[in-house]
């Protein structure tokens, strides 16, 4: 495979369930980046990760929780949720080399979330 | 702080007639300056991007874009559009001293008509 991939691509899961939301970038990068997309708003910076390390949080609830084992994975842990955080989840990478903003992200096609 | 704001939330329009999607930003420092395209089912991939120099970028699928800067404007354009051109596109900013913590606007559905 190519690219950035995430899985699953759809998810269903109550307020109670736990669940994670997997990305994986074949593209050698070394920043990965989860963003939120919801209807009628725009795209939400979560968390960006560079070199397997946390660089910014951005102001996200608790109850979703980022892992990134390796350059390769990003992981959103996800625990009781609430209705509105139904959204499509994407997740996206970038060479990462320098920080610089100047980089280009490339996007997974997302994870559909639907919380009951 | 920075934000992107595109003032156009859709935009219908015929098959091989031009388009042009509006992009105004604001930030109190230098920017780079983005446009992403969403096809149906997929995720954003990057159409151009303005960095510096030249203030005509030409992107893929025939897109162009002009920064602005004494209007603080990117607006995207295309002289003749297809049915594949049919998608969301995004806006974004990012602050040259601000890491990699793009800021999208609100995004502009283009529906192509035959």
């Keep these: 495979e190519t690219g950035v991939t995430q899985t699953p691509r759809h998810l269903v899961m109550g307020m109670t369930n736990k669940k994670s939301l997997k990305c994986e970038q074949h593209l050698g990068h070394n920043a990965m980046y989860w963003y939120k997309q919801s209807a009628k708003k725009p795209l939400e910076l979560m968390f960006v990760y560079s070199l397997e390390e946390r660089v910014e949080n951005n102001s996200v609830p608790s109850r979703f929780s980022p892992e990134c084992p390796n350059s390769s994975h990003l992981f959103l842990h996800l625990h009781t949720l609430q209705p509105e955080d139904s959204a499509l989840y994407l997740c996206a990478s970038s060479q990462g080399n320098s920080g610089g903003p100047e980089e280009t992200q490339y996007f997974g096609p997302g994870t559909r979330l639907l919380v009951l | ?114």
């Excluded at chain 2, 991939?45 to 404007?73: M, R």
């Design chain 2, 1 to 114: 702080a920075q934000s992107v704001t595109q003032l156009d939330s859709q935009v219908p329009v015929f098959e091989e007639a031009p388009v042009e999607l509006r992009c105004n930003y604001s930030s109190s420092v230098s920017v780079y300056l983005f446009w992403y395209v969403q096809y149906p089912n997929q995720g954003l991939q990057l159409l151009l991007k303005y960095l510096s120099g030249s203030t005509l970028v030409k992107g893929i699928n025939g897109f162009e874009a002009e920064f602005n800067k004494s209007q603080t404007s990117f607006h995207l354009r295309k002289p003749s559009v297809h049915i594949s051109d049919t998608a969301e596109y995004f806006c974004a900013v990012n602050a040259k001293a601000a890491g990699n913590k793009l800021t999208f606007g609100g995004g502009t559905r283009v529906l192509v008509k035959p």
